[in-house]
């Protein structure tokens, strides 16, 4: 099975994704504010920070159907370096929420699975296929392409 796993940076990846047919389920970095040193940090700890709900606030003042703002307490200054200007990580979900932590660990199991039955191997014939159409649409015009910036792919036994 071949998976891709957004890492975060703009929360349209995962939307594009799916307009592409290329997202199969939710991961923890959809819908995020991330940059490369926090998702080293979130991988080398096994999501173990990520997970503390203890280190969650809302960001602002919070409106009747409008996503709520989240930040991470351990991560909130690494997010503002995406130019984010509140310092919030989530912004379509609330992992302060049942539901929303529920979702957020989902998530992770998701990725932790993947990440444990990955092979190490070449880019082979579909995983060039795949890889070159997020390469082109990357460097497409097309307005949703920015979010390719930053993927990767994983291949799962």
Request: with cysteine; charged share 25%; net charge positive.
């Amino acid at each position: 099975m071949r998976y891709i796993v957004p890492l975060g940076l703009r929360c349209s990846l995962s939307d594009t994704l799916k307009s592409v047919s290329l997202r199969i389920h939710a991961l923890p970095f959809d819908w995020t504010y991330t940059t490369l040193k926090l998702i080293k940090d979130i991988l080398e700890d096994n999501f173990e920070k990520l997970l503390d709900q203890d280190c969650y606030a809302y960001e602002g003042s919070r409106q009747q159907g409008i996503h709520p703002r989240v930040s991470h307490r351990i991560y909130r200054s690494e997010c503002l370096r995406t130019k984010n200007i509140d310092g919030a990580m989530f912004v379509h979900h609330d992992p302060i929420s049942v539901l929303g932590i529920r979702h957020v660990r989902r998530a992770v199991e998701r990725c932790r699975s993947i990440l444990a039955n990955r092979t190490e191997r070449k880019v082979r014939s579909n995983e060039e296929r795949i890889t070159s159409l997020l390469r082109n649409y990357r460097n497409s015009s097309h307005p949703s392409s920015q979010p390719f910036s930053r993927f990767a792919l994983l291949r799962s036994s």
